[in-house]
């Protein structure tokens, strides 16, 4: 799985690594959450991953969430299994909606952290808007970055991307 995870090796731009940029839309802040207390000490645990590709097309995002609801159903992360679901339906609907074609959809628990990645053809990041209220669309991105941890995109060296966010158990 080595292509969805390819980006790594590259620099990642997310919001708790850049600004909103020049001309950017200022993005709302938030208090940062406190980290839970370990009960025993750190220990390096191998994360677990799964990969899923999706054709493209309106299916795309039910089958993200019905991939995503399954591997969550066995246990692997301990958190909020509907925030994970939504904003899996956000992303893969971005990519769906903008990229078109397929996308590959990795979910990934290392440390209590459930990272999920949308990858796609387009290097073009996504554009998080603060939409006037009558506004029928242009909310998904900000969902995911209220709901989040942390999130952001990942250039990959196929000449794609990877839009991501994180959530803790």
Do not use: Y
Not at 2 to 16: F, K, L
Not at 86 to 96: G, H, Y
Not at 124 to 138: A, F, N, R, W
């Amino acid at each position: 799985m080595d292509e969805g995870t390819g980006g790594a090796r590259n620099s990642e731009r997310s919001r708790g690594r850049a600004s909103g940029g020049a001309g950017g839309p200022k993005r709302p802040v938030r208090a940062a959450k406190a980290a839970a207390p370990s009960a025993t000490t750190d220990v390096t645990v191998a994360p677990r991953e799964h990969a899923i590709t999706l054709i493209g097309g309106p299916a795309s995002c039910a089958a993200a969430r019905q991939f995503v609801r399954a591997v969550l159903a066995e246990g692997i992360w301990g958190g909020d299994q509907e925030a994970a679901v939504l904003l899996t339906s956000e992303i893969v609907s971005n990519a769906a909606q903008h990229v078109g074609g397929a996308c590959n959809l990795i979910v990934r628990v290392e440390q209590g952290v459930l990272r999920i990645e949308a990858t796609d053809r387009s290097r073009i990041p996504p554009h998080l808007s603060i939409p006037e209220p009558l506004d029928e669309t242009g909310r998904g991105l900000l969902l995911v970055d209220v709901l989040s941890h942390d999130w952001g995109t990942t250039e990959r060296l196929d000449g794609g991307k990877a839009v991501w966010f994180e959530l803790r158990s």
